[in-house]
């Protein structure tokens, strides 16, 4: 079992940033393949960006290229998403979610791929 629990967001201007952090209980965090999920009101939960378990590769939406980057610290069991050029677009509450198969693939921008989910935080950009 791995519990997930984000932090990091809040209440920021266009144009700002904010840095997510998502601690990962459990010895098998750095053989996971980790991604972020956001979900706006109204809306589905949607893919944002994920990496490999050695931070080696990343995939990111189109929506959000450019301006977010997920990084990793395998030793402190933390994942991060660095988002820049904040947009209020970008509102929604965000989830940290984890793949136990080891593997980054297409299927890595599912929902159905990760098998353990974190609470969310919210992010709410203001124009």
């Known amino acids: 079992q791995v519990q997930l629990v984000e932090s990091g967001g809040g209440l920021v201007q266009a144009g700002g940033s904010l840095r997510l952090s998502c601690v990962a209980s459990?010895?098998?965090?750095?053989?996971?393949?980790m991604g972020w999920f956001r979900q706006a009101p109204g809306k589905e939960r949607e893919f944002v960006a994920a990496?490999?378990?050695?931070?080696?590769?990343?995939y990111y939406a189109d929506s959000v290229k450019g301006r977010f980057t997920i990084f990793r610290d395998n030793a402190k069991n933390t994942v991060y998403l660095q988002m820049n050029s904040l947009k209020p677009e970008d509102t929604a509450v965000y989830y940290c979610?984890?793949?136990?198969?080891?593997?980054?693939?297409?299927?890595?921008?599912?929902?159905?791929?990760?098998?353990?989910w974190g609470q969310g935080t919210q992010v709410t950009i203001s124009s």
């Open positions: 459990g010895r098998t965090f750095s053989s996971y393949t």
């Open positions: 990496i490999s378990w050695s931070g080696g590769s990343t």
């Open positions: 979610a984890a793949d136990s198969r080891n593997f980054l693939g297409g299927d890595s921008k599912k929902r159905g791929a990760y098998d353990y």
